[in-house]
């Protein structure tokens, strides 16, 4: 067994719906109105539906924004310092 097969990049609608907190039924029943579950698109491959494992880790909170920037550090500085204009007197 792989790494990647512990940790797939696809899960199911029931596997996705009990990560969800919702029934597999009410799950494939949004798919069907909408074509995504938590706002992530779903993919039809053959008969079978799968949907992104980070994308909706990421919708639901589960793992942190890979797009969001750390503040640059330089050298051993590990804060941020926000330097405010002097209020006019």
């Known amino acids: 067994m792989t790494a990647s097969d512990a940790n797939p ?15 597999r039924d009410a799950a ?12 992530v698109r779903v993919v039809k491959i053959g008969r079978r539906i ?7 880790e990421l919708a639901l909170g589960l793992q942190p924004d890979p797009s969001a ?6 050298g051993d500085l590990d804060r ?6 002097a209020a006019n007197e």
């Open 28 to 39: 494939y029943e949004h798919v069907a109105k909408t074509g995504e579950l938590a706002g």
């Open 80 to 85: 941020v310092v926000l330097l405010r204009p």
């Open 69 to 74: 920037q750390r503040p640059s550090t330089c």
């Open 50 to 56: 799968v949907i992104s494992r980070p994308l909706l």
């Open 9 to 23: 990049l696809t899960m199911t609608i029931p596997e996705a719906a009990r990560l969800i907190g919702v029934s």
